[in-house]
């Protein structure tokens, strides 16, 4: 089956009535939890970003707080990529450079937190500077304005 472009579909979808439409976005919220995720966000959290990106900080320390320092290398490893698993489809979801760099340099400064011994693991200092790749990415798309306040936030880190 082929799958169909997203000109055809925003097409097709502008031609449908609004209970149709409805019905429509149910089905899809059925088949997976992600676009159930998705349509929650939309429908009752976009409106308040701020709110928003502040509960995904309180789930951010809930998680990094199951992790602990003494922790084997490859369980802390596992346990930050799925912390930034979680993190990377909240950033998807919001869309924003600003709130995709604030929530960044955020899991940075709590992966320094969490005091693991980064050097003594390639894979988790690469995971530390590829999310450092990211925030300069986003921080150069912003405004001057913001770039300073976020770069400065950077070197700290």
Aim: aromatic share 10%; charged share 30%; with cysteine.
């Amino acid at each position: 089956m082929k799958a169909a472009s997203l000109a055809e579909l925003k097409k097709e979808l502008q031609e449908l009535e609004h209970a149709q439409l409805a019905e429509l976005c149910i089905d899809l919220a059925k088949y997976k939890k992600d676009n159930k995720e998705y349509l929650g966000y939309l429908l009752f959290e976009s409106h308040d970003k701020d709110t928003f990106i502040k509960s995904v900080k309180n789930e951010l320390d809930v998680l990094f707080s199951e992790l602990s320092p003494q922790l084997n290398l490859y369980y802390a490893k596992k346990g930050l990529r799925r912390i930034l698993r979680i993190l990377n489809k909240y950033i998807k979801y919001i869309g924003e450079k600003t709130a995709a760099a604030e929530l960044l340099i955020y899991f940075c400064v709590k992966m320094k937190e969490l005091k693991l011994p980064l050097h003594k693991s390639v894979q988790l200092t690469n995971l530390y500077e590829g999310q450092l790749k990211k925030i300069n990415a986003h921080i150069k798309t912003m405004h001057e304005d913001l770039q300073y306040d976020y770069i400065k936030e950077l070197e700290d880190l």
